[in-house]
């Protein structure tokens, strides 16, 4: 899937000062709250892409029937303390992976019964519905 600006109209880009899966949680909240303000007939279904080689979340409305994004906005979601802590962590990459997952789950469980959410990262391209 590519994330080409070309494809988009404007990118909205967070900062976090979170390092942990739950102050992560808190701003995917205020991210994703933003995105259901923003993209209000398109939002039931949102693509979550981590990316822990760089250091932050990309998260767009998904089309799941075209298998690509759609509305006005990317929103991505930058996390420097996370990322930074997961260079000298023993678990590297994993960890960055592993907190952003239980976060993105704990945001979820805020929204279970209005929001299907989706997933890929560096390793899973394609995009997979997440159940908890």
């Known amino acids: 899937m590519s994330w080409s600006k070309a494809d988009i109209d404007v990118e909205t880009i967070y900062t976090s000062k979170g390092d942990n899966y739950k102050d992560i949680t808190d701003d995917l909240i205020i991210v994703v709250e933003r995105m259901i303000k923003n993209e209000e007939k398109l939002a039931d279904n949102i693509l979550i892409y981590t990316n822990a080689t760089n250091g932050y979340l990309r998260l767009a409305c998904y089309d799941d029937n075209t298998k690509s ?44 019964d209005s929001l299907n959410i989706y997933t890929s990262n560096e390793l899973n391209s394609t995009p997979e519905i997440l159940y908890i």
Not at 83 to 105: K, P, Q, R, V
Request: hydrophobic fraction near 35%; proline fraction near 2%; charged fraction near 20%.
């Open 69 to 112: 994004y759609i509305g006005q906005y990317i929103y991505h979601l930058e996390l420097p303390e996370l990322w930074e802590n997961s260079l000298s962590h023993e678990e590297g990459a994993y960890h960055f992976d592993n907190e952003t997952h239980i976060a993105i789950c704990c945001m979820l469980e805020e929204y279970i």
